[in-house]
C-alpha cells in the first residue's frame, strides 16, 4: 500500500488560487485505507473548497486512482463536469495523480497528498514504513530486513 499524508490547507488554496472551479478525484484503495482520498474525504474536501469561495464541479473516487482505463471510463462518463473546472484536484498517491494528468492533459491537475512510503498495514490504523523505494532493494541479504529504511 502507498502511504500519503494530506498537503496543508492553506497551501492547497494558494496553488489553486487561479481556480475558481475544481473537479475532485479521490482514491478507493490506499488513500481510502489510510483515509487520506477516499468519499468521506473527498466529501470534506469539497465542503472546505466550497466555504473558501470555490466551487466543486463534481467529484469521484475510483476504485483504483492509478489504474488508467477505469480512470479514464470514469473521468470520460463525467466529461461535462470536468470541462466546467478550471483545475482538477487529485487525492491520491503521485501514481494516481500522473493518471489523471495523463489522461487529462488539456487541464491543470494539482496533487492533494504528499505520498511517503510503503506501508505495510500491521492491523486497522496501524502500518509500518519497511520500504522507502529506493530501487536498490538488497532485503533478501539482510534476513528480510531492509537496511535503508528500518
Known sequence: MIATTPKDFEELLKR???AD???IVGCGDCATVLQT?????VAEMKQKLEEAGKTVTGTVVPDVTCQVLDVKRLLRADKEAIEAADAVLVMACGSGVQAVAEILQDKPVFAALD???IADKFRAGEFYEWCSLCGECVVDQYGGICPVTR
Open 16 to 18: 489553486l488560487s487561479e
Open 21 to 23: 472551479s475544481i473537479y
Open 37 to 41: 482520498g477516499g468519499e468521506y474525504e
Open 115 to 117: 505520498t511517503t512510503f
